[in-house]
């Protein structure tokens, strides 16, 4: 069965950096694109980018731009993201979630279990 | 960067209810538009995408519709586990954007 497993919770100072990873198990990690999406207490969704694991290449949101770098290990079908410049209001908690490469789906079908990361001086 | 709203941001239904939610895109999307239901504490899951296709394993109460800018999920007869948190999302640019979300929740 398809599995997104997260690494676990992180607590930072502010303009540190962290690096999520997601491990993706059960499908062909090359054929989906990964995307991260964070959620900050009590608030709604917000994406961040994607990546292809295949190619490599990456599409960022304009607000992370700079600060947000999204990489993966196709030898263990692992993606990661990492935010440097962390300030408080980075205290989110971060999803993986896999997209089909098929363009009318453009949807995420399978998501992590979330990586709570604090960022607090 | 494609701007989505939605309304109302909050909704207070009973079980049995036909529920419905509204999405805009501040610019055409034609139909690339998802919904996303979320329990407090939990990962969303995918209901709809592309505006009306449903997800497998998804219940048929679960509707979709709408092109351009203008999109609707409806609920048509709301169950207990059907309270949550709702979004859509535009996957028609390059950069994914969710909407604020529609809290439904019981009357």
């Known amino acids: 069965q398809v599995q997104l497993v997260q690494s676990g919770a992180e607590v930072k100072k502010p303009g540190a950096s962290v690096k999520v990873s997601c491990k993706a198990s059960?499908?062909?990690?090359?054929?989906?694109?990964m995307h991260w999406v964070r959620q900050a207490p009590g608030q709604g969704l917000e994406w961040m980018g994607r990546?292809?694991?295949?190619?490599?290449?990456?599409n960022y949101a304009q607000k992370f731009q700079g600060r947000v770098t999204m990489t993966r290990d196709t030898s263990i079908s692992t993606a990661y993201m990492e935010l440097s410049r962390l300030r408080s209001d980075d205290t989110a908690v971060y999803y993986c979630?896999?997209?089909?490469?098929?363009?009318?789906?453009?949807?995420?079908?399978?998501w992590g279990q979330g990586t709570l990361v604090t960022v607090s001086s | 960067d494609i701007q989505m709203t939605q309304s109302p941001s909050s909704l207070s239904a009973s079980v049995g209810d036909r529920v419905t939610i509204t999405c805009r895109a501040s610019?055409?999307?034609?139909?690339?538009l998802n919904w996303y239901q979320q329990k407090p504490g939990k990962a969303p899951k995918l209901l709809i995408y592309?505006?009306?296709s449903l997800q497998s394993g998804v219940p048929s109460r679960f509707s979709g519709s709408g092109s351009g800018t203008d999109f609707t999920l409806t609920i048509s007869s709301l169950q207990p586990e059907d309270f949550a948190t709702y979004y859509c999302q535009q996957s028609y640019s390059t950069e994914f954007t969710f909407g604020p979300g529609t809290k439904v929740d019981i009357k």
């Open positions: 979630a896999r997209e089909p490469f098929v363009v009318v789906v453009a949807a995420s079908d399978y």
């Open positions: 592309a505006a009306s």
């Open positions: 059960g499908y062909t990690f090359t054929g989906y694109y």
């Open positions: 610019q055409s999307i034609s139909s690339y």
């Open positions: 990546i292809n694991p295949n190619s490599g290449g990456t």
